[in-house]
């Protein structure tokens, strides 16, 4: 089993940065990818970033590619993704999840059913 606690959501203005964090417990092995799913109101979920937690190889969403960074601290079991030049399109609630197999990514798509564990979530609302 693994829980996932996410933090770090909040209000910002367009332009401005977030960090989220996900807290891990359990074991690495049903961990092989880490990362982060969001979801808008009356849209369906989404990949954002992922990555292998033995590697550190990261996949971005092309939607956030260039303004996000997700960061593994495997010593703290705690994963973080960086948002900056926040859009009002990144208002969603984001979900830390993890997986205990790969592929993390499998081309450009993103699984959200790939993904067994999954956080409460966390609010972003960007206002312009």
């Known amino acids: 089993q693994v829980q996932l606690v996410e933090s770090g959501g909040g209000s910002v203005q367009a332009g401005g940065s977030l960090r989220l964090s996900c807290a891990a417990s359990g074991s690495l092995y049903n961990r092989v990818c880490m990362g982060w799913f969001r979801q808008a109101p009356g849209k369906e979920r989404e990949g954002v970033a992922a990555?292998?937690?033995?590697?550190?190889?990261?996949y971005y969403d092309k939607s956030v590619e260039g303004r996000a960074t997700l960061s593994l601290d495997n010593d703290k079991n705690t994963m973080y993704l960086q948002l900056d030049s926040l859009q009002s399109e990144d208002t969603a609630i984001y979900y830390c999840?993890?997986?205990?197999?790969?592929?993390?990514?499998?081309?450009?798509?993103?699984?959200?059913?790939?993904?067994?564990?999954w956080g409460q979530g966390t609010q972003v609302i960007v206002s312009s």
């Open positions: 990555a292998y937690t033995s590697s550190g190889v990261t």
């Open positions: 999840v993890a997986s205990p197999f790969g592929p993390c990514r499998l081309g450009d798509s993103w699984d959200s059913r790939q993904y067994t564990y």
